[in-house]
Structures are given as structure tokens and as C-alpha cells.
């Protein structure tokens, strides 16, 4: 039988469809690209358009293949269970955010038994479901989970609720597989989570797997895919510093440069934490870049509010902002409050911070014009080959390259691909 699987929203997403992915091929089942007899949608919820987008999915894999059997999991799922709304949802196999490690069991139930399964559980009294990956299909990047769930309830956000709370993988099976996947060639590895930084695990914390982890024979680059900046203590900056594998690229949400808004949201932090934190890691850290993501038109936010948010990002000099208009998500703190802020004002802020973005991920890249970078080469496409150096540069070059190789390329204004190119 032939399986095609269909991935939305986040990095942890990603890992897990390629857990899937992997199960599926262990059991003998062929990947096809369309008309697949199994499908499996994992499915992502963090904003209205996440929703949208896993509805229209679910609803076209259906409508072009009526007779192939549905598999649906991930956290549009789950929050449809939650609000009680599966029955608008056409699958055979629902999961949410448990059992995908047991999909290939649920399937072949399905296949004898042909009774639509609907397994849910508490979210938040699961621990930590083990997944495993050996080699990743057509990626040059390691992706490894190592943590799930979140405990910050962030007003805004619907995650905690729909991936439940903090939990993390074994300290000495994240070693295993990272060194699996480094002994199968990897050459950079990318720790991902619901809450990355909040990893513990029977007493240890990040920063001593960070440690475990620099220690794995032959590991070339290692990379954090996301942290929050109070998970960024002295400790976990030490590593950071001293170690040449971690890679000089943070992604670090801010949501807001607004003192105010900051509060609203509920973050753990202020504008002067932040502030202080970015500029000891600059001072640590050799041309590092780091990233960030930041909603606007959170309820309430003034036009003055958002002009401060602007400017706090502007001083920050953020290598690129990832923005987000602020969406209701049922149920959080945020959807109940009044002050909404009206579509065209959001449309006009993601506008003008989009262009401060471009702006200063322009800035950050003359930076390297003429300097030779050490490039991993990840993909050919039209007679190109595409990489990204250790601090996250995008880079389109010609040559005799191989794919899965570094090579050191000299970066210049033309060979630098732009997020908005």
C-alpha cells in the first residue's frame, strides 16, 4: 500500500511526520506523491489561518481521494476533541497529539476492523512520548525532539492547552539518537520543542545536555531552533560562547516591544531583561544572529504602543522578525478581552513591521559582504545549489558542490537569497 503524509505549523510537527514517515517505510508501505491509499494530515492550531489551513487540507485529501483511508492527528485535532467539534472533521483515524509513535498499530486495526478510532487522552497527564529517527528523507538537517508541552500560558496562546504540559526525552536517548544521526552523516543537528529551554530530565537541565551534546564525536554544527530569553541564563550562555558546534544563530521570541503589551501577554520577562540579555550574547558570540517573532494588534495595543514596539526592534537589530497579526484562539485569556484591534490596523502594522524586517535583515547581511562563510550545502534546484552558513544566511550559488557537504563560499550582495525573494 502507498502513504502520503501532509505537515503544518511548527518545527516539532516536522519531526514528527518524519517519525511517521520513517514507520511507514520500516513497514513496507511506499510513498507516493498522489493517490496514495493512506494519508496521514498533521495538523497545527497556533492561529486562525493554522485552522483554516488544516481544514482546507483535510477537506481537498478527502474530496480527491474519496476512497483512501484518512489518518488526522497534531493540534487542530486535538482542540477540535477538546471543543467537542470532530464530528465536522471527515477521517478515519483521529490521534491529536498522542500515539503517533503507534500509528502503523492504529492503521492496521483500521484495515481489519473498518471502524473509525477516535483515541484521546488527558493532554496533560501524558509523559513524554519517545520517538526515534535514524536518517531523515531529502533533508541535510537533523531535526531532534527533545522536549513537548508547555507550562508559560501566554494569554494569547492555545498551545499548552492542545500539546499539554512541560516534558522531555531521556537524557541519555537524545545522546543515542543525535549520535545515530551523526554516525549516518548529519552534519548539523537542530534541537526542537514546544518549550526547548525548558528541558529537564531526572536532574538534568538544557545547559547539561548542551553539554552531553558538544561532547558527541565528529558533531560539526548544532543548532537551537528556538528559546526564550529567560532560558538564556549565565550557564547556558557559557556553553554557547566556548563551543564552536553551537552555531552563532538564536531565534528568540520577543511578541512585543511594548512594556504594556508584554504584560497583557503574560511574558516572563521586560523590555530591560531582554534588552541586557541580547547584549551580553553579541558580546559572547562572534557575529551571531538572532531572529525573532513578534504579534501585533494584540487587543488594546495602541498605535502609539505598536510605534514602541517598533522601535525597541529597531534598537535590538533583530537579523529578521518573523510577524504575526494577533488571532482568538478560543478559550485563552486573550480572546476574552476587549480592545480588539480591527483587520485593516493589523494589516497596516504587519505592513510597516515587515518592511522594518527586510530592512534590517538587509543591514546584518552587508555585514558579510566579501567574507568567506562555511556554507551546508542542503539542496540543487535549476542549476543552483542552495545552503545556509552557520549563522543562518541564506546562500544561491553555482560550482562544484556536492549536497550534505560544507564548503567555504565567499558571500557577496548576489549569492545572498533574502526571506522575501
Do not use: W
Not at 566579501?370 to 535549476?382: A, C, F, P, S, Y
Request: charged share 30%.
Amino acid at each position: 500500500m502507498t502513504f502520503n503524509i501532509k505537515t503544518l505549523g511548527c518545527k516539532v510537527n516536522s519531526y514528527e511526520s518524519e517519525l511517521i514517515y520513517s514507520l511507514f517505510i520500516k513497514k513496507g508501505y511506499i510513498f507516493a506523491s498522489e493517490n496514495a491509499d493512506i494519508y496521514v494530515i498533521n495538523t497545527c492550531t497556533v492561529t486562525n489561518m493554522s485552522d483554516r489551513k488544516s481544514r482546507q487540507t483535510i477537506n481537498k485529501v478527502r474530496k480527491e481521494n474519496p476512497r483512501s483511508i484518512i489518518i488526522v492527528c497534531g493540534c487542530y485535532v486535538e482542540n477540535a476533541f477538546q471543543k467537542g467539534l470532530l464530528d465536522e472533521i471527515d477521517a478515519d483515524i483521529f490521534l491529536g497529539n498522542m500515539g503517533k509513535s503507534h500509528i502503523i498499530e492504529y492503521l492496521e486495526d483500521y484495515i481489519k476492523n473498518k471502524k473509525q478510532i477516535k483515541d484521546f487522552g488527558n493532554i496533560n497527564e501524558i509523559e513524554f512520548e519517545d520517538m526515534k529517527i535514524e536518517s531523515f528523507h531529502n533533508k541535510t538537517r537533523a531535526f531532534v525532539k527533545i522536549e513537548d508541552g508547555c507550562n508559560n500560558f501566554c494569554t494569547y496562546c492555545i498551545i499548552p492547552y492542545v500539546r499539554g504540559r512541560v516534558r522531555s526525552k531521556n537524557k541519555d536517548k537524545v545522546i543515542e539518537e543525535i549520535t545515530e544521526l551523526v554516525n549516518n552523516g548529519y552534519k548539523e543537528i537542530v534541537l526542537t520543542g514546544i518549550h526547548t529551554g525548558a528541558y529537564m530530565s531526572d536532574g538534568c537541565d538544557f545547559a547539561s545536555l548542551l553539554e552531553e551534546i558538544i561532547k558527541i564525536p565528529n558533531l560539526i554544527r548544532l543548532r537551537i531552533s528556538s528559546i526564550e530569553i529567560n532560558e538564556l541564563n549565565d550557564r547556558v550562555l557559557e556553553i554557547f560562547s566556548k563551543s564552536d558546534i553551537l552555531v552563532p544563530h538564536l531565534h528568540i521570541p520577543l511578541q512585543s516591544g511594548s512594556e504594556e503589551i508584554l504584560k497583557k501577554m503574560n511574558r516572563k520577562y521586560d523590555k530591560k531583561f531582554f534588552k541586557e540579555r541580547i547584549e551580553k550574547i553579541r558580546k559572547l558570540k562572534k557575529d551571531v544572529s538572532i531572529t525573532t517573532d513578534v504579534i501585533v494588534g494584540f487587543p488594546t495595543e495602541t498605535e502609539e504602543e505598536h510605534k514602541e514596539s517598533l522601535d525597541f526592534i529597531k534598537k535590538i537589530a533583530f537579523t529578521k522578525v518573523h510577524t504575526f497579526p494577533y488571532s482568538d484562539r478560543y478559550g485563552t485569556v486573550a480572546s476574552k478581552m476587549e480592545g480588539k484591534i480591527n483587520g485593516i490596523e493589523k494589516k497596516k502594522r504587519v505592513k510597516e513591521l515587515l518592511e522594518l524586517s527586510n530592512t534590517l535583515e538587509e543591514n546584518f547581511y552587508k555585514k558579510f559582504y566579501g567574507k568567506t562563510q562555511d556554507v551546508l550545502i542542503e539542496e540543487e534546484k535549476d542549476g543552483y545549489f542552495y545552503g545556509h552558513t552557520a549563522n543562518y544566511i541564506m546562500v544561491k550559488t553555482k560550482g562544484d558542490y556536492k549536497v550534505h557537504e560544507i564548503y567555504k563560499i565567499k558571500l557577496e550582495k548576489e549569492n545572498i537569497v533574502l526571506s522575501n525573494e
